[in-house]
């Protein structure tokens, strides 16, 4: 088994374990503590990154050497590639979907991440909501949530389409997880499709198992409209 996923507790690498149980793969997960928020040693040492996920695959098949990769977009590419034969990635012969695909994918790291993030660091900066740069930093966030809404209001089912791919893969965590240190709330009215979008992504065995084999048997996906944030304090 020459493939080995790091996953940091709640963060961005839940992604890659719900996509090696989607594709049915043999890895091995190897797990690490934020400190206290930040990553440890154990991953600055894997990567020069210094990022949640990294992935070792030694040997690779594609090399025949050691891979240490970081960057989620890039061990989901190589991961769909190398182990999944294409699976869960849409291609020019998937048609009207691929474009859709595409953007989704991207979209999740490019935009949606991003600004969330932005929102964590402007808030904590300064708690009051109307100051202009947390406001600003605020509708960034709605107005990205609101897009995902929309395009899930129009296929009723995935971001690309009928079927799960790699673009939800991606986007799920900004939905979920990151809400423990950015509390957002969603509404039953104004984020309906979103929340049903969840619900569906938490029926799915493979990413129960993942959520479990990342966090333990006693953590609760954060797919509901109100979220307990993490007490980041303590983390
Ligand atoms: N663009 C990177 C971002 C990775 C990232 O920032 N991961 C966070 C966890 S969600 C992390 O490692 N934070 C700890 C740190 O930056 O020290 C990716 O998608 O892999």
Redesign the pocket.
């Given at each position: 088994m020459p493939l080995t996923l790091h996953h940091?507790g709640?963060?961005?690498?839940e992604?890659i374990v719900w996509l090696a149980e989607e594709l049915g793969l043999d890895y091995q997960l190897v797990h690490h503590k934020?400190d206290p928020?930040?990553?440890p040693q154990s991953?600055?040492d894997l990567h020069p990154?210094?990022?949640?996920?990294?992935i070792v695959d030694d040997p690779s098949p594609v090399t025949h050497s050691r891979v240490v990769l970081?960057?989620?977009?890039?061990?989901v590419d190589y991961i769909i590639a190398v182990y999944g034969q294409g699976h869960l990635a849409l291609t020019p012969q998937d048609g009207a979907a691929y474009p859709h695909y595409l953007e989704w994918y991207h979209f999740a790291?490019g935009t949606l991440?991003p600004a969330i993030?932005r929102l964590f660091i402007a808030s904590n900066a300064n708690p009051d909501p109307s100051s202009p740069i947390v406001a600003m930093t605020a509708q960034k966030k709605d107005h990205a949530l609101s897009m995902v809404e929309n395009r899930l209001a129009k296929t009723g089912a995935y971001l690309a389409g009928d079927a799960l791919t790699a673009a939800d893969i991606?986007t799920v965590?900004s939905l979920t997880?990151?809400r423990g240190f950015v509390p957002m709330e969603f509404d039953q009215t104004k984020h309906a499709h979103i929340l049903s979008y969840l619900k569906r992504i938490c029926e799915r065995p493979a990413y129960k198992k993942a959520m479990e084999l990342c966090e333990g048997k006693d953590f609760v996906p954060m797919v509901g409209p109100k979220i307990e944030p993490f007490n980041l304090g303590a983390a």
């Open positions: 940091m709640v963060s961005q690498s992604r934020r928020l930040l990553s991953i600055k990154a210094g990022t949640a996920p990294v970081a960057e989620s977009c890039a061990i790291n991440q993030m991606m965590f997880t990151m």
